[in-house]
């Protein structure tokens, strides 16, 4: 079984649409968190959410929403897609954040 | 200055080596360090974290930590080409966010 699975795997869009990424987690950790790997592969934190809470909002377009349904599940959706939106994100979670994260196997988002 | 530095590389070793991955970072308070290795196209796995100055060892890898200095570094022993991956470096500055911020990573190629 995927321990933190995200779908889709590969997502091609055009600009200006709006998309959706899924994550979800078997793992019964309390805080998931979304991140992004830019093109020179630099990961930069987005959100967090600890048992269904915010707790980490970092300097990001308010065409991101995250939501999360359950503590096992944490969407991204995104508005008005750009160009520069083009990444890698990857949706991971803890339990004891000192041990660090189990990360899913990333969305490639490419916005033509 | 980036919170958190590391050599892009590529560092090229030869087999059977030891392979010398360096890390500094610039928050003096920083509490967890973590070591991951990302595989082309794939999500980062974690290798290894430390919390304390000195050396902790786990098979062929040796993460260093000296607070003093604000650097981190992983040594891998008996350099193997299925080694050759990105290594990223990340630091947790508080340990009550879970916020891990990540070096750009460098690029170890293991030469049979």
């Known amino acids: 079984d995927t321990a933190v699975s995200q779908t889709p795997k590969y997502l091609v869009t055009q600009m200006g649409n709006d998309k959706s990424i899924k994550c979800e987690q078997n793992?019964?950790?309390?805080?998931m968190y979304w991140y992004k790997q830019d093109s020179k592969k630099f990961l930069k934190i987005m959100f967090s959410?600890?048992?269904?809470?915010?707790?980490i909002n970092e300097t990001v377009p308010n065409r991101f929403s995250p939501k999360s349904p359950d503590k096992a599940h944490l969407n991204l959706h995104i508005n008005s897609l750009e160009l520069g939106d083009s990444a890698v994100y990857f949706c991971?979670?803890?339990?004891?954040?000192?041990?660090?994260?189990?990360f899913g196997s990333g969305t490639r988002l490419t916005v033509v | 200055q980036k919170e958190v530095e590391q050599n892009s590389g590529p560092l090229s070793v030869p087999e059977g080596a030891i392979a010398s991955l360096n890390c500094t970072y610039s928050?003096?308070?920083?509490?967890?360090f973590f070591w991951y290795r990302q595989y082309s196209g794939k999500s980062p796995e974690l290798i290894m974290f430390?919390?304390?100055?000195g050396d902790k060892e786990d098979g062929r890898f040796t993460a260093q930590l000296n607070k003093a200095s604000q650097y981190v570094s992983l040594l891998i022993r008996d350099s193997q080409p299925s080694d050759s991956a990105t290594y990223l470096c990340?630091?947790?500055?508080?340990?009550?966010?879970?916020?891990?911020?990540f070096g750009q990573g460098t690029t170890l190629q293991v030469k049979p």
């Open positions: 793992l019964g950790h309390d805080t």
């Open positions: 959410y600890n048992n269904k809470e915010l707790i």
């Open positions: 990340a630091v947790d500055r508080s340990s009550n966010t879970g916020k891990l911020i």
């Open positions: 430390i919390y304390s100055n």
């Open positions: 991971a979670s803890s339990q004891d954040v000192g041990r660090g994260y189990t």
């Open positions: 928050d003096r308070g920083s509490q967890s």
